[in-house]
């Protein structure tokens, strides 16, 4: 049989980054494949966000500007962009991420290859100058220092039993979730709305990882690639990058967002908590909440409370996080103890835990499983170039050998010392009736 042409949709669902967006369209505009619509849905940007897009569609006829209206919140814009999808299949990404060149040919090709309706791969990161740090740079997903490649196909019920394990989807190179680093056909997408309250896709506050979770239950099997066919661009305007700064400025845009989602706690079985942006506590809600959805045949493997928390804690002790942003999410996390009848446990492992001196990573570096670049170095600007040296370096993996190699490795201990360093206590972060009661 001769291999489909499949319609891909990428919704772009995007507010007040023009700057970036333009890069990110010309990431779109370089994709040969003519079965193709790139939607922007515009949630009432004061920038010039309208006008980058409509200069965009003047070279490129595939992309279309929407909008839903002024300010009507992350939730809401992603489902209204998503209801733009038409029928075959739904890629979404941030008006600051990208695709790789030849990303959807390559996706479609993927597709034919192993006729599943759900595929996967490990997007590489470029973070822009002054977001985490003055200078850019590039992570890569690898093994042992090379480039994945290849594709194979994964088990859902595994890939779920293992987030219920882990608690990181963020982190699983093999979650499906069409936000960046998947794709999903739209007959999956219409099942999941089939199941859920009001006919909606969306039931978590955030909207990125549950299409992992909820996707992956409603298959057997899915794809993944080790090329990856798009990449996280990640600004100044992102929302956790917001979260994890501590400037004025960023404390107003975390408030503004929490406030939008006050109406929408996490599940039941978390305390009904307000939501949180902690990594452990969006899997889980993610989990549970599919898990409730009437008659989905995903696996349900039961979640440990206290693993719950204590992977929680572990993210806190980071130094990545603002002293003065800890105190909210330790009396979210005393919420869920005492929901649980966990409160003597949580007040013990809160005490056991001290902030690190870890910091985001600069320079070139590496691990198992990423290779970190000086971006700058690399003359990488934007997200646009970023693709072309992703796609490269897949092709080219030798490139991390040789005396670069050494540097990365002095630069890589370097780090691991500061994440050893033993600061002062987390608990100090928060009140008494934070800790627990301590």
Request: glycine fraction near 8%; charged fraction near 25%.
């Amino acid at each position: 049989m001769a291999p489909l042409n499949h319609r891909f949709t990428v919704i772009i669902p995007t507010k007040d980054r023009a700057q970036f967006l333009a890069h990110t369209l010309k990431t779109c505009a370089i994709q040969e494949y003519d079965n193709l619509e790139i939607v922007v849905s515009d949630d009432g940007s004061k920038d010039h966000t309208r006008e980058v897009v409509e200069e965009a569609r003047r070279r490129d006829g595939r992309i279309r500007y929407v909008s839903p209206g002024a300010g009507v919140g992350m939730l809401e814009h992603f489902e209204f962009a998503l209801q733009q999808a038409k029928d075959g299949y739904v890629i979404a990404l941030g008006g600051d991420d990208g695709l790789i060149p030849h990303g959807i040919r390559d996706m479609n090709a993927a597709l034919n290859e192993t006729g599943q309706e759900l595929l996967a791969w490990p997007a590489p990161m470029y973070f822009y100058a002054n977001t985490r740090m003055k200078m850019a740079q590039m992570v890569i997903h690898t093994r042992y220092g090379r480039p994945h490649t290849g594709l194979r196909t994964i088990d859902s019920d595994t890939f779920l039993k293992r987030q219920a394990r882990d608690l990181a989807y963020v982190g699983d190179i093999e979650s499906p979730m069409f936000y960046v680093k998947g794709v999903a056909s739209t007959r999956l997408v219409e099942a999941v709305r089939r199941r859920s309250p009001g006919g909606r896709f969306y039931s978590c506050p955030t909207p990125d990882g549950y299409s992992g979770i909820v996707l992956a239950g409603e298959v057997k099997t899915y794809a993944f690639s080790g090329r990856p066919f798009s990449l996280h661009g990640v600004s100044p305007t992102s929302a956790g990058v917001g979260y994890l700064a501590s400037s004025e400025s960023a404390k107003r845009q975390s408030e503004a967002f929490f406030a939008s989602v006050a109406h929408r706690p996490m599940h039941s079985e978390l305390g009904s908590q307000p939501y949180s942006p902690l990594i452990s506590l969006m899997t889980a809600d993610y989990l549970l909440t599919a898990r409730d959805l009437p008659g989905w045949p995903g696996a349900r493997p039961s979640l440990d409370m206290r693993r719950v928390l204590r992977k929680s804690l572990v993210e806190l002790q980071d130094g990545l996080f603002a002293q003065d942003r800890i105190a909210r999410e330790l009396t979210i996390l005393h919420g869920i103890a005492r929901h649980h009848g966990l409160e003597d446990y949580f007040r013990t492992a809160i005490q056991d835990t001290r902030r690190n001196a870890r910091r985001p990573l600069e320079g070139n570096a590496f691990s198992p499983k990423r290779v970190y670049l000086n971006a700058d170095d690399l003359g990488i600007e934007n997200v646009l170039d970023a693709a072309y040296f992703a796609y490269y370096a897949h092709s080219a993996s030798s490139a991390f050998t040789g005396p670069a190699l050494l540097r990365a490795i002095a630069n890589s201990v370097r780090y691991k010392t500061f994440s050893l360093r033993r600061g002062p206590a987390i608990a100090d972060a928060g009140s008494a009736d934070e800790q627990g009661g301590a």
